[in-house]
């Protein structure tokens, strides 16, 4: 870091101001902030998140796949990461940007709540995510969007059962609330038709876990830049439920199970 940066840090932070800390860092140190305006389009993208209500909260998955065109870039790659203790966000788009977001988003969160001594509402977490997604626009319009896909449990509300909120976005920062089940990326559609059949109201906390990954098996099914669970390498989805509690990841031991099980009921009835 630059001795005008150190300084500029240092004024900024003396001053009252703003409890955005992408507002503060853009003010204090602009060359500090994530380059979001690259214009290399070979950059390995990232497919497939879905999320899902249920019983006790909500539930985000993402396959492991990053491609770069025709070519897969990498086989374990993470897409699903908690922003916060009871709030979640998957990335679809250019991975490379949309990782940065994340990372920076998470920083901001922490940043308001520990500026103005409390946290921000779950549509006030989906809000400050939606302008950051504004910021990335111009990148946008040149290839290299970043959808994501959010979801919380609402601490505010004292119905499990209906604290779970799901948000998708547009590349213009437009921000969406979405009911019971949502999907992004280039598998989205299959996902989506496979949700539509598979969820229901009052699912446990074993039976949405199976809907989500069984949703990924048919994206990946149809949708070459999906990768389904990998029993080779060892590698399943990335599944994490949030709660009142707080956020999970789901074990690979356990994913392994759900996974052979949908196998298993496949093999069954082939071409089903």
């Given at each position: 870091?630059?001795?005008?940066?150190?300084?500029?840090?240092?004024?900024?932070?003396?001053s009252?101001?703003?409890s955005?800390?992408?507002?503060?860092?853009?003010a204090?140190?602009?060359?500090l902030?994530?380059?979001?305006?690259?214009?290399?389009?070979?950059?390995?993208?990232?497919?497939?998140?879905?999320?899902?209500?249920?019983?006790?909260?909500?539930?985000?998955?993402?396959?492991?796949?990053?491609?770069?065109g025709?070519?897969?870039?990498?086989?374990?790659?993470?897409?699903?990461?908690?922003?916060?203790?009871h709030?979640?966000?998957?990335?679809?788009?250019?991975?490379?940007i949309?990782v940065?977001?994340?990372?920076?988003?998470?920083v901001?969160l922490e940043?308001?709540?520990?500026?103005?001594?409390?946290?921000?509402?779950?549509?006030?977490?989906?809000?400050?995510?939606?302008?950051?997604?504004?910021?990335?626009?111009?990148?946008?319009?040149?290839g290299l969007?970043?959808?994501?896909?959010?979801?919380?449990?609402d601490t505010?509300?004292t119905?499990?059962a209906?604290?779970?909120?799901?948000?998708?976005?547009?590349?213009?920062?437009?921000?969406?609330?979405?009911?019971?089940?949502?999907?992004?990326?280039?598998?989205?559609?299959?996902?989506?038709?496979?949700?539509?059949?598979?969820?229901?109201?009052?699912?446990?906390?074993?039976?949405?876990?199976?809907?989500?990954v069984e949703s990924?098996?048919?994206?990946?099914?149809?949708?070459?830049?999906?990768?389904?669970?990998?029993?080779t390498?060892?590698i399943y989805?990335?599944?994490?439920i949030t709660?009142?509690?707080?956020?999970?990841?789901?074990?690979?031991?356990?994913l392994?199970?759900?996974v052979?099980?949908?196998?298993?009921?496949?093999?069954?009835?082939?071409?089903?």
């Open positions: 870091m630059s001795r005008h940066s150190e300084l500029g840090l240092l004024r900024y932070a003396t009252p101001g703003s955005s800390f992408t507002e503060f860092l853009n204090a140190a602009p060359e902030m994530p380059n979001l305006t690259r214009t290399h389009v070979d950059a390995p993208h990232g497919t497939t998140i879905v999320a899902a209500t249920f019983g006790e909260g909500v539930v985000m998955a993402g396959d492991r796949r990053a491609t770069a025709n070519l897969i870039a990498q086989r374990d790659i993470e897409k699903v990461f908690p922003a916060d203790d709030t979640l966000v998957g990335i679809a788009g250019t991975a490379g949309a940065e977001l994340v990372r920076l988003y998470q901001e940043h308001y709540e520990k500026i103005e001594g409390t946290q921000l509402t779950l549509d006030g977490k989906a809000n400050r995510l939606a302008t950051m997604i504004r910021g990335n626009l111009a990148a946008a319009m040149q969007a970043v959808v994501p896909l959010f979801a919380g449990y505010a509300i119905d499990p209906t604290a779970g909120k799901i948000y998708s976005f547009d590349v213009t920062g437009g921000r969406y609330p979405e009911q019971y089940y949502h999907s992004v990326g280039s598998g989205s559609l299959f996902a989506r038709g496979a949700l539509k059949k598979l969820w229901r109201p009052g699912l446990d906390r074993t039976g949405v876990i199976r809907v989500v990924l098996f048919d994206a990946a099914d149809d949708d070459s830049a999906t990768g389904g669970p990998d029993l390498r060892g989805p990335v599944v994490i709660t009142a509690t707080g956020s999970e990841r789901v074990a690979d031991d356990e392994a199970g759900v052979q099980s949908i196998i298993a009921d496949r093999t069954g009835r082939p071409g089903a």
